[in-house]
């Protein structure tokens, strides 16, 4: 850790930084947003590789709206490798680098009648429906993470309110981490809205457990790219994905932005 600390500020200096941002699929680019150092992930051992395309795979770090961010343009994936730790080492650089909260975003299928690909949904709890826990084997009591309120409020209100000021609506719901690779079936769609979901995806939520976990603040956004499995006639992949994310990304940048400028 030492030495990863040591290689990124030797490039992009000491200052803290105040917030992460976590960037999902086909969203990437908001990372070219910022004013600063952009460091390859190659060049950071252990940090995740380029496995997924539609991500950028860069740290980047300066100033956006005049604060001090640290932004990963793509994340690992618990499918990659069956690894549900893979976002860890990033999120304790994070950390290490004084941030004290992480904005995650991804892509997700909608569950909800009315928000449709396009849209952004805040997230207001998450259901595992993996079951993994990027906790299990870590020796000590902190494990026995708190998870209520895990999706902080006052960063929610905030970006509520970002968002008005924005004139982008922002939904609110419950978003349900199904591991993927493989996207889902329509009877685990309708088994998930008995359960409560509004939304699903194949991240996330390993990310907020490591992320409580470690003491950092989280709040997360999706950008629904597409209604859930037996929704709609649309046929569901992964190049529909990406080429339906830059529309609600475009929005996400400006709830972002209205956001970092009432930090
Ligand atoms: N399911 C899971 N993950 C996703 C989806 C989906 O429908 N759309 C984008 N990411």
């Known amino acids: 850790m030492d030495a990863l600390l040591k290689t ?3 490039r992009a200096g000491s200052d803290p930084v105040r917030l992460g941002l976590i960037l999902g699929s086909g969203l990437g680019h908001l990372a070219e947003s910022v004013e600063g150092v952009a460091i390859d992930y190659g060049d950071l051992p252990g940090f995740p590789h ?6 950028n795979p860069k740290l980047v770090i300066g100033q956006l709206e005049g604060v001090r961010v640290a932004v990963f343009g793509g994340r690992a994936h618990y499918y990659e ?9 990033p999120l304790e650089v994070l950390k290490a680098l004084g941030a004290e909260q992480v904005l995650l975003t991804n892509a997700a299928g ?32 902190a494990r026995f993470v708190n998870m209520t309120d895990a999706y ?10 970002a968002a008005r000021a924005a004139a982008v ?9 199904y591991s993927g690779p493989s996207f889902e079936t329509p009877a685990e769609i309708r088994a998930l809205k008995v359960l409560g979901a509004d939304a699903v995806g194949m991240s996330t939520v390993p990310e907020v457990i490591l992320a409580r976990f470690l003491g950092l603040k989280a709040a997360a956004v999706s950008v629904v790219t597409n209604m859930a499995a037996g929704m709609s006639s649309e046929v569901i992949s992964h190049a529909h994905t990406k080429a339906m994310a830059p529309i609600g990304a475009a929005k996400l940048e400006q709830v972002l932005r209205q956001y970092l400028q009432g930090l």
């Open 110 to 141: 909608s569950l909800k009648d009315g928000m449709g690909p396009g849209e952004l949904m805040l997230l207001s709890d998450h259901i595992n429906f993996s079951g993994r826990n990027p906790l299990i084997g870590e020796a000590t009591d």
């Open 152 to 161: 902080d409020r006052q960063i929610r209100a905030a970006l509520d309110a």
């Open 169 to 177: 609506t922002l939904h609110t719901g419950v978003y349900a981490w």
């Open 81 to 89: 490798k069956g690894d549900p730790t893979a976002m860890r080492l």
């Open 8 to 10: 990124i500020q030797d």
């Open 50 to 55: 380029a496995g997924v395309s539609g991500h």
